[in-house]
């Protein structure tokens, strides 16, 4: 029986980057049910690097990540991780209430400018000039390298001497004299701590661990990818949100990918897209761009979990020893990974947050898993 300091359950980018952090100084085993990691929610995500976007919260942890993004350890990746895209904001009216409050979340690394309808529509010529009323331009979002990043902390793992199991299901998790006892698929495997990188599982794996839930919710949301107008070049053009409901477009290799950015609570699964959801967002695609589906496009739905603030959580349970909570990301998983990867690594540990991520104003007290069972 294979013995190590962690085991961390799920390797998705959240438990991919916390068991490279990891193993800097401790034995870890990384444990995946899958064959492939990060198939559920990591592979299905929308790209973007957004630092204003999210709970005041998110905002401060995804700021603290950017530097490991724009900079990243030497070897890491063997291209860029960021690359320039910008984010267009649009209301349907000029009422100006919304429009504040979304100006209030820029900063002075990451400012959002109001802009008139006419650059908006220069800006997005696939949009309907009349579902445009009024506009903002955030020039800070970037897209994102979603497989450089996870592929760079795996490999980073493996490099530092870590053991990753793949199609390993976790099936049996109990705590005896002081230490935990794993089954994951046939191998039976010891560990001092269980780090719960679980995803939308999370609730599952801690019950499995003889923990109550933090009240995780999964919720699924659907996107489909499609041609564009012909004669239109789509490479350049920003993202589209659409503020209040918050639809969004986004350029995807020459072609346009689009969500409703619907939440529909589901349980845990391998999400599937709903007919229903794809007829009600192809009409909406419709009525708001010059887009025309004249085929049927590829669709995709994955997973956002959430607790109750949409904060994640991160920290040991208060009830079970040695289990570590790392769920809860939401659809902010990837921008966070850097900074949460280390704060979970020095609070597993024993050690005190990073001087640059306590500066940020980040608190473990946000974050902890008893928060979630006031």
Same mark, same amino acid.
Request: aromatic fraction near 6%; include cysteine.
């Given at each position: 029986?294979?013995?190590?300091?962690?085991?961390?359950?799920?390797?998705?980018?959240?438990?991919?980057?916390?068991?490279?952090?990891?193993?800097?100084?401790?034995?870890?085993?990384?444990?995946?049910?899958?064959?492939?990691?990060?198939?559920?929610?990591?592979?299905?995500?929308?790209?973007?690097?957004?630092?204003?976007?999210?709970?005041?919260?998110?905002?401060?942890?995804?700021?603290?990540?950017?530097?490991?993004?724009?900079?990243?350890?030497?070897?890491?990746?063997?291209?860029?991780?960021?690359?320039?895209?910008?984010?267009?904001?649009?209301?349907?009216?000029?009422?100006?209430?919304?429009?504040?409050?979304?100006?209030?979340?820029?900063?002075?690394?990451?400012?959002?400018?109001?802009?008139?309808?006419?650059?908006?529509?220069?800006?997005?010529?696939?949009?309907?000039?009349?579902?445009?009323?009024?506009?903002?331009?955030?020039?800070?979002?970037?897209?994102?390298?979603?497989?450089?990043?996870?592929?760079?902390?795996?490999?980073?793992?493996?490099?530092?001497?870590?053991?990753?199991?793949?199609?390993?299901?976790?099936?049996?998790?109990?705590?005896?004299?002081?230490?935990?006892?794993?089954?994951?698929?046939?191998?039976?495997?010891?560990?001092?701590?269980?780090?719960?990188?679980?995803?939308?599982?999370?609730?599952?794996?801690?019950?499995?661990?003889?923990?109550?839930?933090?009240?995780?919710?999964?919720?699924?949301?659907?996107?489909?990818?499609?041609?564009?107008?012909?004669?239109?070049?789509?490479?350049?053009?920003?993202?589209?949100?659409?503020?209040?409901?918050?639809?969004?477009?986004?350029?995807?290799?020459?072609?346009?990918?689009?969500?409703?950015?619907?939440?529909?609570?589901?349980?845990?699964?391998?999400?599937?897209?709903?007919?229903?959801?794809?007829?009600?967002?192809?009409?909406?695609?419709?009525?708001?761009?010059?887009? &025309?589906? $004249?085929?049927? %496009?590829?669709?995709? *739905?994955?997973?956002?979990?959430?607790? +109750? /603030?949409?904060? @994640?959580?991160?920290?040991?349970?208060?009830?079970?020893?040695?289990?570590?909570?790392?769920?809860?990301?939401?659809?902010?998983?990837?921008?966070?990974?850097?900074?949460?990867?280390?704060?979970?690594?020095?609070?597993? &540990?024993? $050690?005190?947050? %990073?001087?640059?991520? *306590?500066?940020?104003?980040?608190?473990? +007290? /946000?974050?902890? @898993?008893?928060?979630?069972?006031?």
């Amino acid at each position: 029986m294979a013995t190590y300091d962690f085991a961390v359950i799920g390797a998705g980018v959240s438990g991919a980057s916390v068991a490279y952090e990891l193993q800097n100084e401790a034995s870890v085993v990384l444990i995946e049910a899958e064959a492939q990691p990060g198939y559920h929610s990591t592979g299905r995500s929308a790209a973007l690097y957004t630092p204003n976007f999210g709970p005041s919260v998110v905002r401060r942890l995804n700021a603290a990540g950017r530097r490991f993004f724009e900079e990243p350890p030497e070897g890491f990746a063997e291209t860029p991780l960021l690359s320039p895209r910008g984010a267009l904001t649009i209301f349907k009216t000029d009422d100006e209430a919304p429009i504040a409050a979304l100006l209030a979340n820029g900063t002075a690394r990451d400012p959002i400018h109001r802009i008139s309808v006419a650059e908006a529509l220069r800006l997005a010529p696939v949009l309907r000039p009349e579902a445009v009323g009024a506009a903002c331009f955030e020039p800070g979002v970037t897209d994102m390298d979603v497989a450089a990043i996870h592929q760079g902390f795996l490999r980073g793992f493996r490099q530092r001497g870590g053991t990753l199991r793949r199609a390993q299901p976790v099936t049996a998790l109990v705590r005896v004299d002081g230490e935990w006892r794993l089954t994951a698929g046939d191998e039976e495997i010891r560990a001092a701590t269980v780090v719960n990188a679980a995803g939308a599982w999370g609730d599952v794996l801690g019950r499995m661990a003889g923990a109550r839930p933090v009240g995780l919710v999964p919720k699924r949301r659907t996107a489909l990818v499609t041609e564009g107008p012909d004669g239109l070049d789509l490479h350049a053009m920003p993202l589209v949100e659409f503020a209040g409901d918050a639809p969004y477009l986004k350029p995807d290799g020459g072609r346009l990918m689009a969500s409703l950015a619907d939440e529909t609570p589901v349980e845990p699964q391998d999400a599937q897209p709903d007919d229903m959801d794809i007829a009600v967002l192809v009409d909406w695609l419709e009525s708001h761009t010059h887009v &025309t589906v $004249r085929k049927a %496009p590829r669709t995709w *739905a994955g997973l956002r979990s959430f607790v +109750a /603030d949409k904060n @994640p959580v991160v920290g040991f349970d208060p009830e079970q020893p040695g289990l570590f909570w790392l769920v809860g990301q939401g659809g902010y998983g990837i921008m966070m990974s850097p900074t949460l990867a280390r704060i979970a690594a020095a609070l597993a &540990t024993g $050690r005190r947050l %990073p001087a640059d991520i *306590a500066a940020a104003g980040i608190d473990p +007290a /946000d974050l902890a @898993p008893d928060r979630c069972r006031a």
